[in-house]
């Protein structure tokens, strides 16, 4: 959830080789680690950072407010086709998509394999099936490959380790490949730390690829999630607050709170 832009986990996976060029080897993670409180089971990679929740009587719903935010682009798209997670967490992203869109198929990438695992045991994942595929890749390597472009109408971006401060992955290589991956109308949301130097980084970067970039409020404790669109555009504000409404009644979601949000970027 929360989180280094070269982190302790990325730099272990990579050695260079006598031409200086670098080499994957077998990574290395932090211990995946559980907390509950007050109802509420907790994903940590050893330390006190929270990477995800799950309230247990309500277990496919987005517990954390970024989490929710992350969900922003429903404003803009009420029948995507197909969306990508990357970054696993406790799933949460993944089963509130896979069951808020029955018509749509969900692609999570995740390189840990252990949190895959405890996703599935602790944390309800269902289970691969026609409209669900949770992968045990790279991200960075997923969007470069070309039989992954065009493929995507919402792409969610929450990729951290146990350092818990800013995004593992934030390069222009990668924030283009992300492009890439979305369809013509794509839109990508990112969890970002706003009180973090990396924050200038990546919105730097999102706008020299995207065609628009607006953040909505910090939550948390500095959690920012910064909403990309592939196309150039203009909100319209009456229209958005009308769709709000309507992702309110139907799933319980303060929609009207990001279009607040996105409307203070207009002024």
């Known amino acids: 959830m929360l989180i280094k832009r070269k982190s302790i986990e990325a730099e272990s996976n990579y050695r260079s080789g006598p031409s200086g060029a670098e080499k994957r080897r077998k990574p290395k993670f932090a211990p995946v680690t559980i907390s509950e409180h007050d109802g509420v089971r907790y994903l940590h990679f050893g ?47 993944t089963k509130f998509c896979y069951r808020q869109f029955p018509n749509a198929k969900v692609t999570a990438v995740d390189l840990n394999p252990a949190v895959i695992m405890i996703c599935e045991s602790m944390f309800k994942l269902p289970t691969n ?3 669900l595929s949770v992968k045990e890749l790279d991200a960075f390597e997923f969007v470069c490959d070309e039989v992954n472009h065009n493929q995507f109408d919402a792409l969610q971006v929450d990729l951290y380790d146990a350092t818990a401060r ?22 990508l949301t990112v969890n970002l730390f706003g ?13 020299y690829v995207f065609g628009t970039v607006l953040c909505l409020p910090e939550v948390h404790e500095g959690n920012v999630v910064a909403v990309a669109f ?16 309507q992702i309110h009644e ?18």
């Open 250 to 267: 139907s799933c319980k979601l303060p929609a009207k709170q990001w279009v607040d949000g996105l409307a203070k970027t207009q002024k």
């Open 230 to 245: 592939k196309p150039r555009l203009k909100l319209d504000l009456e229209i958005l607050y009308q769709r709000a409404q």
């Open 195 to 207: 009180d973090h130097p990396s924050f200038a980084k990546n919105i730097k970067v999102l706008r």
């Open 129 to 131: 099936d026609e409209r």
């Open 166 to 187: 800013g995004p593992v992955l934030d390069s222009t290589e990668f924030y283009q490949a992300c492009f890439d991956c979305l369809k013509a109308d794509g839109i």
């Open 47 to 93: 330390t006190e950072w929270v990477q995800g929740a799950m309230r247990l009587r309500k277990p496919d719903w987005l517990e954390l407010e970024y989490a929710q935010q992350m969900m922003c682009w429903m404003l803009f798209k009420d029948e995507p086709q197909h969306i990508l997670q990357l970054g696993l967490g406790t799933g949460a992203l």
